[in-house]
């Protein structure tokens, strides 16, 4: 890290050493309600995206959450920064209760907790200069660092990588890469202790990922923020995350330290994603792989007992009459938790067809491509992941500036104070972007 950082390092205060975590997420649960019915609406049923779903997180830690499409990482991510309010459970941050806390009582904590989007297209306001926008969270709360905002604001886009005279620029006027940069020096104009940072690098170029994930990683390790680090891709969560929570339909499956998960995966959910995860080691290219079969049911109405059973090859009655705890099982490392009736022996080796036999009947076992397909390893790209932002050169920039938009900014947009206005006209022409679909 540049001298920069470092100086930022001595100026930030380390989390208060209360014995609590930073974050403490117990029995978490959001139902969104579905109205319907003639003449008058009522409530004719709950989407169920998060539920009874607990974690902490350590001062300077970082916690993975994986998992597939739907099943509820956003929604926790947005519990966790309260921009949700949640159905029942509590959440502590350094001990106090914030569960519901009112804009008063969490004015003190909002500069503390913040938020990276997945988006880097939608979630910066079109009208406002790059300065403006790391600016405006300082405004607004209060903040006036030594020097001037707007010198701050110059030294964060240094350390995300960007030029100081990017100040003036509008967000258009750069690639999705430097855009990610942008939300990142937002969220860092506040000192955070915590960032949610959600799928920050699934709307990127391969080649860009490993720069901004090492970039967050940089700040993690200098900084001593914490992450809550959603994303589906697990090799960037192993590279990013020291414990990973994986969930399921709105639950959390299996927990546990990065290593601990990764080597031996207890549930069969778990096992499932690691084997279906592209491996650039020749080595295993012939292992065999699950490939999980059907949709995710719905949140409406999940299925009884352990939601994962309408694609487990292991189910039987018990798994849909009792839902299955989340417990540290025998021969589980400390903290390893998983909710399994019928849990995997803990061989990281690919589950091959005899030992599962009713593999074919949820699962397809396939050969693993030796060639990986989608998103490789950040490790695999350590050369791209050093090159820095700087690296990203305009070829990237004019590349990523010429998709489509999202015609309005997200309520994301709270990290700046303000909900994010409407995409105007002549930026949304200019500021077309990809947004890559999960
Ligand atoms: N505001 C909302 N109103 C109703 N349902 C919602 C709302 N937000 C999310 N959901 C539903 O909650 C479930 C979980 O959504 P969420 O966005 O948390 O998933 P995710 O794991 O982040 O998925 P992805 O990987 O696609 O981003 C989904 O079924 C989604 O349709
Ligand atoms: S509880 Fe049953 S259905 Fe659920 S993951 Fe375990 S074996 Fe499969
Ligand atoms: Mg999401």
Known sequence: MSAEQTSLTKAKETPAASGSPL????????????????????????????????????????????????????????????????????????????????????????????????????SLNPRHTVGTIITNPMEINGINPPGGRDARAKELLEIVGLNPEHFNRFPHEFSGGQRQRIGVARALALNPKLIVADEPVSALDVSIQAQVVNLLQGLQRELGIAFVFIAHDLSIVRHFSQRVAVMYLGKVVEIADRDSLYSSPRHPYTHALLSAAPDA?????????????????????????????????????KCATEEPPLIQLAGNAEGHLTACHFPEDGSSKPVGASS?????????????????????????????AKAG??????????????????????????????????????????AKGEKSED
């Open 23 to 122: 974050l403490e997420v117990t029995g978490l649960t959001k139902h969104f309600p579905v109205m319907g019915g003639f003449p008058f609406k009522r409530q004719v049923g709950a989407v169920q995206a998060v539920d009874n779903v607990s974690f902490t997180v350590g001062a300077g830690e970082s916690l993975g959450l994986v998992g597939e499409s739907g099943c509820g990482k956003s929604t926790t991510g947005r519990l966790v920064t309260r921009l949700y309010e949640p159905t029942s459970g509590s959440i502590k941050y350094l001990g106090q209760d914030i569960t519901h806390a009112g804009r008063k009582e969490l004015a003190p904590i909002r500069s503390e907790i913040q938020m990276i989007f997945q988006d880097p297209y939608s």
């Open 281 to 317: 080691d020749p080595d295993n290219a012939a292992a065999e792989r699950i490939r999980l079969t059907g949709d995710v049911p719905s949140p409406l109405n999940p299925p009884s007992g352990c939601r994962f059973r309408t694609r487990c090859w292991k189910a039987q009655e």
């Open 356 to 384: 599962v036999p009713k593999a074919r009947d949820a699962a397809e076992l396939k050969p693993k491509a030796a060639k990986a397909e989608g998103t490789p390893k950040a490790e695999g790209t350590p050369k791209a």
């Open 389 to 430: 932002a700087k690296a990203e050169g305009k070829a990237e920039a004019e590349g990523k500036t010429e998709g489509k938009a999202e015609g309005k900014a997200e309520a994301e947009g709270k990290t700046e104070g303000k909900a994010e206005a409407k995409t105007d006209a002549k930026a949304d022409a200019k």
